[in-house]
């Protein structure tokens, strides 16, 4: 079990750049779920997919964000344009039923 | 308002017991209370999770009384090893970030 893989583990960019994160699931796992972690705000779910379809993106901040889960093995979350404000740890989980059961170890961005 | 509390951090020696407890007003009736573990530069780690009165297994038990507005994570006889964040997640309904909530996590240090 390869568990759920991020990547890029780090990401460095300048503001107003497109940032593409990417994440594989573990195989045979229907839920996917992106979380954003800051120091002021804790884990905050971004969107939670099912069977590859979004159930619930009322976490993701604004326009600017955007995911997407083409099929079962990969899915990915898009910045654009990336501000300042967007940098933090963001993770991606994956689970067989509705709760995250199985974390990524995440990609930091800082956008500078 | 959809609101989990638990203390910012916790100290405590090798060898003895560490409970850490979680507030949660109004989480959904026919849910888990589930618990993380996170290490510095990795995604949160399922500990456990319950339902109602306790729930143990080979790393922790959970305590959830009747009311289910608190829950209790129990760890027995910790090492040096169980230094970690030790998030709690709940579901409420309506939350405006989503139905699945996160504390803000427990900083617990063991010291020798």
Redesign the interface.
């Given at each position: 079990d390869a568990g759920?893989i991020q990547s890029p583990r780090h990401e460095v960019t300048e503001m107003g750049q497109e940032v593409t994160l990417r994440c594989k699931p573990i195989s045979g796992h229907n839920s996917l779920?992106w979380y954003r972690q800051t120091m002021m705000r804790?884990?905050?779910?971004l969107i939670?997919f099912n069977n590859n379809v979004p159930i619930?993106d009322?976490?993701m901040p604004e326009d600017r964000f955007s995911a997407k889960m083409p099929n079962a093995s990969f899915s990915t979350l898009k910045i654009q344009p990336s501000e300042p404000r967007d940098s933090a740890v963001y993770?991606c989980?994956s689970s067989r039923g509705p709760?995250?059961?199985?974390?990524?170890?995440?990609t930091r961005l800082s956008i500078l | 308002l959809a609101k989990i509390t638990q203390p910012i951090s916790m100290d405590s020696y090798e060898g003895q017991e560490v409970n850490i407890t979680c507030s949660h007003n109004n989480i959904a009736t026919n849910d888990y209370i589930t618990w993380y573990q996170q290490f510095p530069s990795q995604g949160p780690r399922f500990i456990i999770q319950g339902y109602k009165t306790k729930v143990t297994n080979e790393v922790a038990s959970l305590f959830i009384p009747a009311d289910r507005k608190s829950s209790t994570l129990s760890l027995p006889r910790v090492s040096l090893s169980d230094t970690a964040v030790y998030y709690c997640l709940a579901v409420f309904y309506g939350g405006s970030q989503g139905n699945l909530i996160f504390g803000k996590g427990t900083k617990l240090s063991v010291k020798p």
């Open positions: 759920v779920f804790g884990l905050e779910l939670y619930d009322s976490g993770f989980a709760k995250p059961q199985h974390f990524g170890d995440g | -």
